[in-house]
């Protein structure tokens, strides 16, 4: 069987393959990306469906539009005016099915073998993929606890005039980083000054700690001339309410947003409409002001434990800061006395002792840090972090 081209460019994600090492009875696991399922607003999301089904059962349960089903649209549109985002009308924006449909969108609209794409160093695995999937070459920018370096980005954007330049602003993942106020007006001026599309992937926003960060990019375009028409907003519910209804938003430019619906109509007609239904219904009844304050209470906790258990039991081996938000915590092994520098190395001996993260280095789309970790605090509760921080400290 001869197979598309294209899939030279991709390899399975070694997050994936690592999940299938995680059968070990007792495994405390900080590997995974995604938000605790205990966090769920079950009985919110219950009343939801039911409204859908017993006010529009017809629109819940048929076939919809591409675009997305309207109410939901409306929803989001205020969401989104809610968190300073001005001007924006429900035809400004379609839903897709999660957000890394969006990414796809974008990735096939715009890149073509051949092209650049910057993305942060490190970034978000699964758009890496994406992104080759579709034949550019990917580069990463180097990034601190500020965000992007953008005096880096610039001198990329005039050497290799990208297509596009990926950002994770706001506790990105797997950084857990967040891009200074500064830095991002800096960004908006760059999209311009070289008219380059900025994809601005928002997944984490809501799920800060203590002040809110910097309004998002897309919030800041009407501060800086022109650059709305050179920005693509990604965002989603699925980090604050539920995975599993796969609602995501794409917000651009019209020109670009009409050949990504093409595309989306090509790929999967719309997303599931009694999905984005139940989602319209829970926007609809208030209920996420709650939800956010007690998943960022939850998690502030944890990332505290986590933070101290680190310096506790690793101390001078591991480099870290301590993440503002988000889901997930960025360290690297310095090999103080000695120690261990290989986070691929620690892996393994972490998981024979009952503890599992993801190694670092595949978050990177070239020149890969291999002493850099990545640990997850969303999934495990103060007790088993402390325990598994505890055995992660017996692995060195």
């Given at each position: 069987?001869?197979?598309?081209d ?6 399975t994600?070694a ?8 059968g ?22 219950r ?16 076939y919809g539009?591409?675009?997305?089903y309207?109410?939901l649209r ?16 429900p035809?400004?924006?379609?839903v ?17 073998p051949?092209?650049?794409a910057?993305v ?8 890496i ?6 034949g ?7 990034i ?19 297509k596009?330049?990926?950002?994770v ?19 908006l ?8 599309v900025?994809?601005?992937?928002d ?15 897309l ?11 050179w ?19 794409m917000i651009?430019?019209e ?12 790929s ?7 999905a ?32 101290e ?12 800061t301590?993440?503002l938000?988000?889901?997930?915590f960025?360290?690297?092994?310095t090999?103080a ?5 290989d ?5 393994k001996r ?7 993260f993801v190694?670092?280095?595949?978050f ?33």
């Amino acid at each position: 069987m001869q197979f598309a081209d294209r899939l030279n460019n991709v390899e399975t994600s070694a997050i994936r393959e690592l999940f299938k090492l995680l059968g070990k009875p007792g495994i405390i696991s900080f590997a995974g990306g995604f938000p605790d399922s205990a966090m769920f607003d079950v009985e919110g999301i219950r009343e939801a469906s039911a409204r859908a089904l017993t006010e529009e059962p017809g629109a819940a349960l048929q076939y919809g539009a591409t675009e997305g089903y309207n109410p939901l649209r409306e929803q989001l549109a205020a969401f989104m005016a809610s968190k300073g985002v001005k001007g924006l009308n429900p035809e400004g924006l379609i839903v897709t099915t999660g957000s890394q449909q969006a990414l796809d969108l974008v990735a096939k609209t715009l890149l073509n073998p051949g092209d650049v794409a910057l993305v942060e160093a490190p970034t978000f695995l699964a758009t890496i993929q994406c992104f080759r999937l579709y034949g550019p070459q990917v580069l990463g920018v180097p990034i601190d606890e500020h965000g992007v370096q953008v005096d880096q980005l610039e001198a990329m954007m005039v050497q290799h005039r990208p297509k596009l330049v990926y950002l994770v602003p706001t506790f990105g993942n797997p950084s857990g980083a967040m891009l200074s106020l500064e830095r991002r007006l800096q960004v908006l001026k760059l999209a311009v000054k070289y008219q380059t599309v900025v994809v601005e992937d928002d997944p984490y926003g809501d799920l800060y700690f203590g002040d809110a960060p910097p309004p998002s990019l897309l919030a800041l375009t009407d501060q800086v001339p022109g650059s709305r028409e050179w920005l693509v907003h990604c965002g989603s519910l699925s980090k604050v309410l539920s995975p599993g209804l796969r609602v995501g938003w794409m917000i651009a430019p019209e020109p670009l947003l009409a050949r990504a619906t093409m595309c989306k109509q090509f790929s999967d007609a719309h997303t599931s409409t009694f999905a984005q239904a139940t989602a319209a219904q829970y926007l609809k009844a208030g209920r996420m002001p709650d939800t956010l304050n007690t998943v960022r209470r939850v998690y502030a906790e944890r990332a505290s434990t986590m933070g101290e258990a680190l310096s506790k039991e690793l101390g001078s081996a591991l480099r870290f800061t301590q993440p503002l938000g988000g889901l997930f915590f960025w360290a690297n092994l310095t090999g103080a006395n000695g120690q261990e520098t290989d986070g691929s190395a620690l892996a393994k001996r972490a998981i024979e002792k009952g503890v599992a993260f993801v190694p670092g280095a595949p978050f990177y789309a070239n020149n890969p840090d291999t002493s850099a970790i990545r640990l997850s605090f969303a999934t495990a509760d103060v007790a088993k972090i402390k325990e598994g921080i505890a055995r992660l400290g017996q692995s060195l």
